[in-house]
T-cell receptor, first 114, second 117 residues
Framework: KAGVTQTPRYLIKTRGQQVTLSCSPI?????VSWYQQTPGQGLQFLFE???????NKGNFPGRFSGRQFSNSRSEMNVSTLELGDSALYLC?????????????FGQGTRLTVV | AQKITQTQPGMFVQEKEAVTLDCTYD???????LFWYKQPSSGEMIFLIY??????QNATEGRYSLNFQKARKSANLVISASQLGDSAMYFC??????????????FGTGTRLTIIP
């Protein structure tokens, strides 16, 4: 069974540009969450999608957005990139089968803004 | 206030020894879940173990066990017989409220564990 796949693995962008990151969840998983990991702020929740609907959103500016498609694949977009957006972006998927449901993470996309 | 506190930024442990990684949490919810994840240098977060707030017994998964003390709001991870491959960052995380409708995990700052041969 394939794990969570994130593409691309590495990305270098210039300030002011926009970027789109992709996440393919484990087959059958309908919930996809996104996290930003930086040395200064640690792991922070961005948003979560379930059945193409955003259910939860973290405390991030509107430049950060996402969507989920009917096949549960998800994308997140960051517009007008800032240097502080440089981070490891992690995607997680889960099945919502009960209280013991763990989130499975991908290897992340490392974004560098120059 | 921090919802998840990991007070050990780094630990060095001799191979084959047991190690305890500390985690305390803060929540007013009665229903919550506690998770431990391992993050090697590759970046992927690897699920290790889960403890539910209503679970009466401490969770165990192979060499991993969770020392859950609900009254003290602590959920320490114990790794028995440590191996060189255990060297990584370890994160404690919490999901608050009923499982359905909230997949948000709140993470601690992590502990970097280094196993010494």
């Amino acid at each position: 069974k394939a794990g969570v796949t994130q593409t691309p693995r590495y990305l270098i962008k210039t300030r002011g540009q926009q970027v789109t990151l992709s996440c393919s969840p484990i087959s059958g998983h309908r919930s996809v969450s996104w996290y930003q990991q930086t040395p200064g702020q640690g792991l922070q929740f961005l948003f979560e999608y379930f059945s193409e609907t955003q259910r939860n959103k973290g405390n991030f500016p509107g430049r950060f957005s996402g969507r989920q498609f009917s096949n549960s694949r998800s994308e997140m977009n960051v517009s007008t990139l800032e240097l502080g957006d440089s981070a490891l972006y992690l995607c997680a998927s889960s099945t919502l089968r009960g209280p013991h449901t763990e989130a499975f993470f991908g290897q992340g996309t490392r974004l560098t803004v120059v | 206030a921090q919802k998840i506190t990991q007070t050990q930024p780094g630990m060095f442990v001799q191979e084959k020894e047991a190690v305890t990684l500390d985690c305390t949490y803060d929540t007013s919810d009665q229903s919550y879940g506690l998770f431990w994840y391992k993050q090697p240098s590759s970046g992927e977060m690897i699920f290790l173990i889960y403890q539910g707030s209503y679970d009466e017994q401490n969770a165990t998964e192979g060499r991993y066990s969770l020392n859950f003390q609900k009254a003290r709001k602590s959920a320490n991870l114990v790794i028995s017989a440590s191996q060189l491959g255990d060297s990584a960052m370890y994160f404690c995380a919490m999901r608050e409220g009923p499982n359905f409708g909230n997949e948000k995990l709140t993470f601690g700052t992590g502990t970097r564990l280094t196993i010494i041969p």
